[in-house]
């Protein structure tokens, strides 16, 4: 009888999932083939004690032409991290031409203090994050071992552009001060420049004005230290600041602004993107004290 009562309810269960199955029309016929979605390659690294992969996206026409692309390097860009997300909208962006088409790059990070972050010699950064302080050498890992391999594996124009926000940003700008020549253009995001007491905005306010490559720097609402490091850094230099504190939060940054910053790093002729509120939102420091004479 529980045997019985068993196969009963069974078999009811099986009548219920049929009948709730979506019908297919007559004619139509089911897919019959599937196929994975390959849309680039993950390289497997390793460096810093720590495996890792470098995920590498050429742009949708690629195969078909013998046109060089630049690189653009984005910081966090494993899997799990900031990788689909940064690339949709770079891919988005293409669709309206809101930026050129370039080789993607997205570099996986494992212990993000470690690696993107100078030493510091505050007590509370060093109780929370005491593997921090190996920026130097993961930019030498950077340049000296990944641009190298790219540039043999792809048809590269010669010209990379480094994009990072909050931890990675400051990556960017200690990249952008110290070893300004290994990057064309630099995009950094809500920067934090809080870090061991604004060390690296004071540190720049002592340096001597030279040129150096595009640099698109945003602000949202951080506030306290990190806001007084970038607004010091704005001050002493012609970066294409975007200011945005009454509209975005640290957490929306990247989400907000990594179009925009792909758009200033690699302009198109679009003509139309006014239109449609693709607009570049960020002020030199000419433009910014012309507005205030």
Do not use: K
């Amino acid at each position: 009888m529980i045997w019985m009562n068993t196969a009963r309810a069974y078999g009811l269960m099986v009548i219920a999932l049929l009948t709730s199955a979506p019908a297919i029309a007559e004619g139509q016929t089911q897919p019959v083939r599937a196929e994975p979605i390959t849309i680039g390659r993950s390289y497997h690294m390793h460096t810093q004690d720590a495996d890792r992969r470098v995920n590498v996206v050429p742009p949708a026409m690629y195969e078909e032409s013998d046109t060089t692309y630049p690189l653009v390097v984005v910081l966090d860009g494993g899997l799990s991290q900031d990788f689909f997300l940064t690339l949709g909208m770079e891919r988005w962006n293409q669709l309206w031409q809101r930026s050129a088409p370039a080789i993607f790059v997205g570099v996986e990070t494992i212990d993000r203090q470690r690696e993107l972050l100078p030493p510091t010699s505050d007590p509370d950064e060093l109780a929370r994050y005491p593997s921090a302080g190996n920026s130097v050498q993961f930019r030498h890992w950077l340049t000296d071992t990944i641009l190298p391999m790219l540039r043999e594996t792809y048809r590269t124009d010669g010209r990379a552009f480094l994009i990072g926000e909050s931890a990675a940003g400051h990556f960017v700008l200690e990249t952008w001060i110290d070893q300004p020549d290994l990057f064309n253009g630099y995009a950094a995001l809500s920067p934090s420049l809080q870090w061991n007491d604004q060390n690296l905005s004071r540190r720049f306010h002592m340096m001597s004005a030279a040129e150096r490559p595009a640099l698109f720097l945003s602000l949202a609402n951080e506030g306290g230290a990190t806001e007084e490091g970038v607004l010091r850094f704005v001050a002493d230099s012609n970066v294409c600041f975007a200011d945005r504190r009454e509209t975005l939060v640290h957490a929306t940054t990247l989400h907000g602004l990594f179009p925009e910053a792909l758009q200033f790093l690699l302009p198109t002729e679009a003509d139309w993107l006014g239109e449609y509120g693709l607009t570049l939102d960020c002020e030199t420091r000419a433009e910014r004290e012309q507005a205030v004479d």
